[in-house]
């Protein structure tokens, strides 16, 4: 039987070159790995983000692909890119889900876990 499974884990960085915390403005990479643990190769189609500062402000982001690829992977590949995010405040938190579309026309979500942006040794 067919199943249809990606798995995903994130990697954050806090970028204090890119940063003015005097005017709220904390600024985050983060790298996502995205593996086929599924059993039918499958493509990424689009993104859906919600992003959550400390304040409790929320925004959310949806796209095609990410950063600009689709990637289309077989069971066991992997695809990993980099992105980033700017926050109001030093912490914050990231998570989602992505729409794929397996070869054989089977639509499904994945969901991406949360993640939290942090400065470091912000959190106690």
């Keep these: 039987m067919a199943s249809y499974e ?3 884990s994130a990697r954050t960085q806090y970028l204090p070159d890119q940063s003015d ?6 600024v985050f990479t983060y790298s996502i790995t995205i593996k086929n643990t599924g ?3 499958a493509q990424l189609i689009s993104r859906h983000w919600v992003i959550t500062d400390a304040n409790n402000h929320t925004e959310e982001v949806r796209g095609l ?3 600009g690829h689709q990637p289309l992977l077989q ?3 992997q695809f990993e890119y980099t992105s980033g995010t700017a926050l109001a405040t030093p912490q914050g ?3 989602g889900e992505y729409f794929c579309v397996a070869e054989d ?3 499904f979500e994945v969901q991406i876990p949360e993640f939290v942006l ?4 912000t959190l106690h």
Aim: glycine share 14%.
């Design 118 to 121: 942090s400065l470091p040794r």
């Design 105 to 107: 026309g089977h639509q």
């Design 65 to 67: 692909g990410v950063v």
């Design 21 to 26: 915390p005097d005017r709220t403005n904390f």
């Design 75 to 77: 069971p066991g590949e």
């Design 93 to 95: 938190s990231m998570l």
């Design 6 to 8: 990606f798995t995903v």
């Design 39 to 41: 059993s039918v190769g």
